[in-house]
Each structure stands twice: as C-alpha cells, then as structure tokens.
C-alpha cells in the first residue's frame, strides 16, 4: 500500500512501569507497551490497531489486557449496517432545533467522555536516530479540500454490497407487498415530509448549478429510499440541517499531517477550543494544555500521506474534521483514514456547546463519513471508535454504534460485541473467541524481523552476527509477538 519507498520506522519500549489510569485514577494501574514512530504506513497502522494497538500523536501504544486496571478492547462499527438509536435521533433532533430555532438545551450533555490523552508519550523520548526523520478553499466533511463538489460516485448507492465478517451483511429489500385497491400503475403516494425533502433537493441543486454553495456543503448524500426499509443515517442528519436556519453548521476536512494551508490557517483558531475543552471538560490547569501539548498529541501524526487511485478522494492520513458554526470552530474531531476504516482518534469542542452532545453528534457525522467513502472504496466500511472499557460506565456509550465488535485481545479476532458482554459481566478481562483450537497469534520466527541498523536494513538474523555481544533478543522478540509476524516483517525496528 505505502508508495514509493515509504516505511514504517519505529522505536520500542516495554511496559514494565504501571502509569496513572485516567479512567479509574488508579495511580499505577495502568500498563502498556508502547513504540515511538517516526514514519509509519496507513496499511501497517491498519494491521496494528486490528492488533489492540493504538496512537497518540506519533505514540504508539497496546495496553497489557490481562494485566492494565481497565482492559481497553478495540470496537469497530459496522458502518454500512449502522441504525441510529432512539438516543442518536433525539440528539439530531436536539442540533435540529437549536440551528433552526436558537434552542440551547437547558440540560448538560448526555455524559459523553472521550478518551483520556495518553501521557506515555511524553515519559519516553524517541532514541537520537542518525536518520532523517520522515518525517483550494475549505469544504465540508463530505468532501476534501481537493475533492470535487459533487462526485458522480455519491449520487448513487454501490450495487455490489461490501462482505461484512459474522454474517451481518447489508440488510436486504423485502419484496413490497400489494395493499387492496392499490393501482400498480400509479405512483406511490408521497408524505409531506418526502415532498419537502424532494423540493429542497431542486432548491440546493438550482443553488449549485447558479455557481452557489453546492448540495454537499448543507446536507450528507443519502442512499435511495427503498419500500419498507429503516431511514438511513444520512437521512436523519440532513433532515436535522434545516433550508433557512438561524444557525448555518459546517463540516469541513483538513489534512494535518502534512499540514494543509488551510490547517494552518485555521490552527490557533482550533488550538484555542481545545485550550477551553481541556480546562472546562477535563479540570486542567490554565498551563497544563500548551500548545507543544496540542500538537504533539492531536497534530503530529507518523501516518505518511498516500493518495492510491483505488483509494478515497481525500486520501489516506490523519486529518481534522472541523465544525463551524455561523463562520467560528465549535469542534473539531481527530480522525485516521485508513485502507479498511475511519479511526476516531479524539474529539474535541467549545464548553458553551456542551448541551448539543457534540461527542455523539460528531461521531454520528464520522459514521455517515465512513459510509461515503466507501463508495469510493469499497473496502473502507468499518468506523472504528478507539477501544470500549466495560468497566468504565462511563465509557460504555461506544457499545451503543450497533452492529459493533470487540477484538479478542488474545486471538486477534473480532467478535460481535453482544457475544463479548456476559464475559465482561463476570470478569475485567476475557478472551472472547471461543474456538479452543484458536492460537494467541504470538508466534513469531525472530530472525526475521526486520531492523534499522547504522542507516542499514537487515533481517534480525543478520543483525545478531553483526552485534555478537547483542542482549535484546528477548525485547526483540516480545516486540515481535506484540506486532505480529506480517508486521515484524514490514516494519523496521531501530537499534542504536
């Protein structure tokens, strides 16, 4: 997948040293391994995340499952199949009528923590390398900053159905019925609120044909309407943006690594909610949020830009999905385009705004996101919202993006979440693949693993007789099981 002579550099720590928790506050409870990445590939942080590992700025981390306080299991939606809850409409409902009305919800938000910062990043600073680092205007979230306005592949839903693992594919079109007295010969009728959805359908393209504000900026492409199916997501959000509103809400994508002018533009601007969200919605002090902080955790990225023909317009990378509201940013949502999925990495926004459920509303919006690239490419169907802690309460509300799954943090497997939640019941920690002939996917043949060595790579074969007096087989080879044979293979592993 990495163009040119792209890699994956990366440098290893392990974990033997518990950290603070900031689910449980438990002072040394948390454990992990971590790797310092200097430059990594989309496709090999793809097969890593779907290992439990996951990043904070250029840190790369895997909680010790059976050893850590709270057990952090990666959950990934099902995008395509996706059916928001009475929960999720009432939150559109909720954006709905403050953009239309001015309403502010009088009650706080609906307890939506995201995900606590990780701070290991900063306790290990990366090894001197002697390598280099490897280091339009603005449109909405629906599109790039290089993306066309109105892509042929939106206006119309994919025919081949992407294959979904578990058997939960795309729901199929029942065969409609014929009511008494109904002429088969005659249109359907049509409810007011399909009528008013058709009418601002021809007001936004005469819009768009005037050299206007394109269709795509206001409101998300839905699929066709179909005889005796559920409203799909896209349908709920664009009825929740309404023709005339008091407030006009825009989504637009920018490329943070490498940064896009239009990132740039925008930075302080962005840094400056993330400064009130910190203080406001995680109690950090005034200096605790800096701007070295915000950058190290949620805009430096080792993910290289690749723009594949085969791949989504925007590309794969990291980016910032950033919320306006009436011409100032409201909220920006961290994300990952990888070459499977759209990994949520934080979200942040504007403590006034709290009450609309900003954390839930975006994450509805990336759900909607993912769909939409997929029919650009059709392999990039999961929404992956980071990892689901069941012993966190707090933390339980990604369980509620159905159909989901949990990753076996032992055999590397995913499996639906309804399956996984009686063993969380009973226990912190489960193994959730109940094949007993499963393996653990930790056997790995060392040798060749591929390191960096005095700007060389080699295979770790080669490294061992070069350094005779080498003593770091074991944390070679404990890298090498957390990583994964195809990974060790791909990715090099810098020896001083």
């Known amino acids: 997948m990495a163009a040119g002579s792209s890699c994956t550099i990366v440098e290893y720590f392990g974990g033997d ?6 689910y449980c506050k438990n002072e040394k409870g948390n454990f992990s391994h971590g790797m310092w990445s200097h430059a990594m590939t989309v496709q090999d942080y793809q097969d890593l995340i779907d290992r439990g590992w996951r990043r904070s700025g250029k840190y790369v981390y895997k909680p010790i499952m059976n050893k850590t306080c709270c057990p ?29 009305k001015g309403e502010m919800p009088t009650e706080q938000g609906d307890g939506e923590p995201m995900d606590s910062l990780c701070e290991e990043g900063g306790l290990h600073g990366p090894v001197k390398v002697c390598h280099s680092e490897v280091a339009s205007p603005v449109v909405t979230a629906i599109l790039t900053e290089e993306g066309d306005t109105t892509p042929a592949e939106f206006e119309t839903a994919r025919k081949d159905p992407v294959s979904v693992p578990d058997g939960r594919g795309p729901e199929t079109t029942p065969k409609p019925g014929m009511s008494k007295g109904a002429d088969p010969g005659r249109p359907l009728c049509r409810k007011a609120k399909e009528l008013r959805k058709a009418r601002r359908l021809q007001k936004e ?40 509103p008091l407030h006009r809400l825009e989504v637009r994508l920018v490329r943070s690594n490498p940064p896009s002018s ?23 002090p005034p200096d605790k ?17 690749e723009t594949p023909p085969d ?55 990336e759900v909607a996101f993912t769909r939409q690239l ?46 996984c939640i009686p063993s969380l019941e009973q226990t912190h920690y489960a193994r959730f693949n109940q094949d007993p002939d499963a393996g653990t996917e930790n056997n790995t043949d060392l040798g060749r693993a591929l390191v960096l060595y005095r700007r ?33 293979e791909r990715i090099l592993l810098y020896r001083a």
């Not at 952090?72 to 009528?97: D, G, V, W």
């Not at 007096?469 to 099981?481: F, H, I, P, R, T």
């Open 17 to 22: 040293d518990g950290y603070r928790c900031g």
């Open 72 to 100: 952090q299991y990666t959950i990934r939606c099902h995008a395509l199949n996706f059916q928001p809850s009475k929960t999720h409409k009432k939150i559109l409902k909720k954006m709905s009528k403050f953009l239309s």
């Open 205 to 244: 393209q005469k819009r768009q044909v005037g050299g206007g504000v394109p269709a795509s900026a206001t409101s998300i492409p839905a699929p066709p309407v179909q005889l005796n199916q559920p409203k799909a997501l896209e349908e709920f959000i664009n009825e929740s943006l309404p023709d005339s």
């Open 262 to 284: 239009q990132f740039k533009a925008s930075f302080d601007a962005s840094y400056q909610v993330y400064k009130l969200y910190q203080m406001a919605i995680h109690h950090d």
């Open 289 to 305: 949020p800096t701007e070295s902080q915000f950058r190290r955790f949620l805009c430096d990225s080792p993910l290289e830009m």
């Open 311 to 365: 791949g989504p317009a925007a590309g794969y990378g990291s980016f910032h999905q950033q919320y306006w509201l009436d011409g100032r940013i409201v909220a920006v949502g961290v994300v990952d385009i990888l070459p499977t999925c759209v990994s949520s990495v934080y979200l942040y926004y504007h403590p006034d705004f709290a009450s609309l459920s900003l954390g839930s509303y975006s994450a509805l919006r």
């Open 374 to 419: 997929q029919k650009q490419s059709p392999k990039l169907c999961f929404y992956y919202l980071g990892f689901y802690i069941h012993s966190c309460n707090k933390m339980r509300y990604k369980g509620q993006y159905q159909p989901s799954d949990l990753l076996c943090p032992e055999t590397y497997v995913f499996v639906p979440i309804e399956c």
């Open 456 to 488: 060389t790579v080699m295979p770790y074969a080669a490294y061992t007789r070069k350094r005779k007096c080498s003593n770091d087989e074991m944390e070679v080879a404990q890298y090498a099981g957390l990583v994964g044979q195809v990974c060790a």
